[in-house]
């Protein structure tokens, strides 16, 4: 039972900013969703007493494959689901712990005008519920997040989300409309070390994460779980960042935003190819999506995209747009003479030291959580000719090699390199670095090039 205290500062606070009304206006229970998706837009024009339950949970999810977290979450997802009401609605959100919970959390809404954005009357012990009620005063996208000391523990380990408070004439409609947020972890494994990983105080005192991810999760907007779009739809991201420490330089690679509301507020920019999001804040991007392909969406601090796991993927599909964009790379050259296996080996190696080596590195180790091994790779061995397709045409999605999983962003070298190149290179790969021999020809790749079986 919450405090009586607690009860009086709520409806004290409720009064304040006009909550009095709230009996006069039609109640609506929100329809909360998992993020990346979003409560339905709104169409009333009058308001209303918007009534929303969310839940503090602490669960045991994984932070990336073979990696485990005791994430702290907001209604089970990291971020929390995005509420969404109106300028002018009153909010009565209810606040439950649940009774498994080891820690009391609370609620601080960027959107609430009064003590600590609600945090003040909030602080609810696990097994127990508190009401909050305030006026939804200012239009714009902001976040909410636990406040209970230690306050960076507390977001650090996944208790934020977002609350739109729209416009009361609304917001234009769109093709698409999707949730987002980055969010820095600090674990006490390096990247990518597998098992049930603690939380370390002492990263998080120095802000040096081990993980920036998007929704709580590498790879959790990546392959099947993408973004979706078609050429010509328009498509608007909602893009918060709990932090609690870094800022995002959010960027679509391959895209320019039509508009984009500054810091969540009435002001907007246009035509705009990163925006800086710092934490504890938000941003509304719309664009349109115009020619098709995989976009990746990346917090441009680029390390952190490609080493730390802060990237997603936005699939559009349609009829290609070579009045947009095209592109033919130099016809690649090829030998008139047939090519031996030593001319192969010394084709192969010039193509891995100038091209391969400088994400699978010199020595095919990869890199750990970012580019996968060549050297002793299971996935190499087991299926050599599936290399040819793969260089062909590239990579993007999941793999798992020697038993660890990678986003893999490899791109389609078949416009760039030769059969006699590509066939060179996978035989060098092959006969090094421990892998168990083997050679490919040049002619198995022309097949492959050509579709064939």
Known sequence: MQHPSRLILAVLLCSALGGQAADNMPRIEEVLVSPPAVPSPISRRTPATVVVHLRTEEKIMELADGVRYDFWTFNGSVPGPMIRVREGDTVELHLHNAPNSHMSHNIDLHAVMGPGGGAAVTGTAPGHDSVLTFKAMRPGLFVYHCATAPVPMHIANGMYGSILVEPAEGLAKVDHEYFLM???????????????????????????????????????????????????????????????????????????????????????????????????????????????????????????????????????????????????????????????????????????????????????MGLPGAFPPLAMSDYLNSDPHRAISIVLHGLSGHITVNHTGYESQMPAFGPQLGNEEIAGVLTYVLNSFNNKGGSISPEEVDKARKGQP
């Open 182 to 364: 980055q969010g820095d972890f600090y674990t006490q494994g390096r990247y990518h070390d597998p098992g049930l990983q603690n939380f370390d105080t002492e990263k998080l005192l120095n802000e040096q994460p081990s993980y920036v991810l998007f929704n709580g999760r590498e790879g959790a907007l990546n392959g099947d779980k993408a973004l979706q779009s078609k050429t010509g739809e328009h498509v608007r991201l909602f893009v918060g960042n709990g932090g609690p420490n870094l800022s995002s330089s959010f960027h679509v690679i391959g895209q320019i935003f039509d508009t984009v509301s500054i810091e969540g507020g009435s002001a907007v920019n246009h035509n705009v190819q990163t925006t800086l999001i710092p934490p504890g804040d938000a941003s509304i991007i719309e664009m349109t999506t115009e020619v098709p392909g995989t976009y990746l969406l990346v917090d441009h601090a680029i390390t952190r995209a490609f080493m730390k796991g802060a990237l997603a993927q936005l699939h559009v599909s349609g009829p290609a747009r070579p009045e947009l964009y095209h592109g033919q790379a130099a016809t690649p050259a090829e030998h008139s003479e047939p090519v031996t296996t030593h001319d192969s080996m010394a084709i192969g190696k010039r193509v891995f030291t100038q091209i391969c080596s400088a994400c699978h590195q010199g020595n095919g």
